[in-house]
T-cell receptor, first 113, second 113 residues
Framework: GESVGLHLPTLSVQEGDNSIINCAYS??????FIWYKQESGKGPQFIIDIRSNMDKRQGQRVTVLLNKTVKHLSLQIAATQPGDSAVYFCAERLNSGYSTLTFGKGTMLLVSP | DGGITQSPKYLFRKEGQNVTLSCEQNLNHDAMYWYRQDPGQGLRLIYY???????QKGDIAEGYSVSREKKESFPLTVTSAQKNPTAFYLCASSAISSTDTQYFGPGTRLTVL
């Protein structure tokens, strides 16, 4: 079946670098996307979301970019800190209106001091 | 202090036993969800409920059961029919809206002895 996927399972960066985590989605009908951060042994934490009628959305130190032409989603973290080390998941909602989310397997971000 | 609580944090079960995982939310959310997470895997949907006294099977419902007698509570029972129950279980809730952002609890780690 169609599912959300990630290009890189592990990303290692130095503190202060900018990080980019990528996600490919396969369903062109998906209309809503979310990025979550999950620290070891904890539940996922909402980071930022974006609707399909937008191509960019910014939060505090994070930016999500959506390219519907190639069905690609990315999360950019500016000035990455050791506390950003975690697994990052993207999720998509497959249809407009109420439906469940489909999650990718996640990317591990490792930030070295 | 609003949020989603899950208990217990760790749970051990002997083979052949049923166990019930608790999930409570005080966010006044209509929808609640149960996911299973295995190491290196994304989240897989077990059951979800959009309204009290109603729930639907997710992708991996076999061996699990739920109830939704109150808006704020959505307990999950892992039955003896679930052949591989050792996993990290996550509960989430969302308001039924155009965005449906799901917020997660801290999780319960279930280990079968």
């Amino acid at each position: 079946g169609e599912s959300v996927g990630l290009h890189l399972p592990t990303l290692s960066v130095q503190e202060g670098d900018n990080s980019i985590i990528n996600c490919a989605y396969s369903n062109s009908a998906s209309d809503y996307f979310i990025w979550y951060k999950q620290e070891s042994g904890k539940g996922p934490q909402f980071i930022i979301d974006i609707r399909s009628n937008m191509d960019k959305r910014q939060g505090q130190r994070v930016t999500v970019l959506l390219n519907k032409t190639v069905k690609h989603l990315s999360l950019q973290i500016a000035a990455t800190q050791p506390g950003d080390s975690a697994v990052y998941f993207c999720a998509e909602r497959l249809n407009s209106g109420y439906s469940t989310l489909t999650f990718g397997k996640g990317t591990m971000l490792l930030v070295s001091p | 202090d609003g949020g989603i609580t899950q208990s217990p944090k760790y749970l051990f079960r002997k083979e052949g036993q049923n166990v019930t995982l608790s999930c409570e939310q005080n966010l006044n959310h209509d929808a609640m969800y149960w996911y299973r997470q295995d190491p290196g895997q994304g989240l897989r949907l077990i059951y979800y409920s959009q309204i009290v006294n109603d729930f639907q099977k997710g992708d991996i419902a076999e061996g699990y059961s739920v109830s939704r007698e109150k808006k704020e509570s959505f307990p999950l029972t892992v039955t003896s029919a679930q052949k591989n129950p050792t996993a990290f279980y996550l509960c989430a809730s969302s308001a039924i809206s155009s965005t449906d952002t799901q917020y997660f609890g801290p999780g319960t780690r279930l280990t079968v002895l």
